[in-house]
T-cell receptor
Framework: DAKTTQPPSMDCAEGRAANLPCNHS???????VYWYRQIHSQGPQYIIH???NNETNEMASLIITEDRKSSTLILPHATLRDTAVYYC?????????????FGKGTKLSVKP | EAGVAQSPRYKIIEKRQSVAFWCNPI?????LYWYQQILGQGPKLLIQ????????DSQLPKDRFSAERLKGVDSTLKIQPAKLEDSAVYLC??????????????FGPGTRLTVL
């Protein structure tokens, strides 16, 4: 079973920031937080991952609370093309110890 | 850089028939995964290969599903015989491997299977 809890759906206005929350209260010390998204009729796409520090890349920012029990994915300027299901996953980095266990994710709808 | 290729994109069969899916991972990626995604759910791992060896097949229904990666590159997933509940999208993913283990996974577009 997935070790994360996400809201089933969210709306966001185009051009505004989209903040997607994720709870992972049972995360272990060696587990990372990963975010993937899946646009309709496509395979999932990697967005970002982090351990405890905040991370930023060209797609998004990841904010992890100090106790690591929750995180927020931020899309700074959402566009219509960001409409997708967003999955928050916790896993051990590398090896065969932690493959991706997907939950149902958050369906983000970006509206004009 | 070419992505993960899968074929066919769509397949419709009747129950008890056989079907095979093909996957070509990104060049140089040693790790290959097959996932099953039922409508409305997240993908579920079926099997993981490291080169041509199986790392994890604990969730593969081995009475009807089989997979191989003979030369450590392309892979085939087979269902024989198919059941109605096998209707799903079958996703292939690959990742490169370092001494720290595997990294982010790159997914193909998937094969949508409908069993009638």
């Amino acid at each position: 079973d997935a070790k994360t809890t996400q809201p089933p759906s969210m709306d966001c206005a185009e051009g505004r920031a989209a903040n997607l929350p994720c709870n992972h209260s049972t995360i272990s010390g060696n587990e990372y937080v990963y975010w993937y998204r899946q646009i309709h009729s496509q395979g999932p796409q990697y967005i970002i991952h982090g351990l405890k520090n905040n991370e930023t890349n060209e797609m998004a920012s990841l904010i992890i609370t100090e106790d690591r029990k929750s995180s927020t994915l931020i899309l700074p300027h959402a566009t219509l093309r960001d409409t997708a299901v967003y999955y928050c996953i916790v896993r051990v980095y590398g090896g065969s110890q932690g493959n991706l266990i997907f939950g149902k994710g958050t369906k983000l709808s970006v509206k004009p | 850089e070419a992505g993960v290729a899968q074929s066919p994109r769509y397949k419709i069969i009747e129950k008890r028939q056989s079907v095979a899916f093909w996957c070509n991972p990104i060049s140089g990626h040693a790790t290959l995964y097959w996932y099953q995604q039922i409508l409305g759910q997240g993908p579920k791992l079926l099997i993981q290969f490291q080169n041509n060896g199986v790392v994890d097949d604990s969730q593969l229904p081995k009475d009807r599903f089989s997979a191989e990666r003979l030369k450590g590159v392309d892979s085939t997933l087979k269902i024989q015989p198919a059941k109605l509940e096998d209707s799903a999208v079958y996703l292939c993913a690959s990742s490169y491997w370092t001494l720290l283990g595997d990294n982010e996974q790159f997914f193909g577009p998937g094969t949508r299977l409908t069993v009638l």
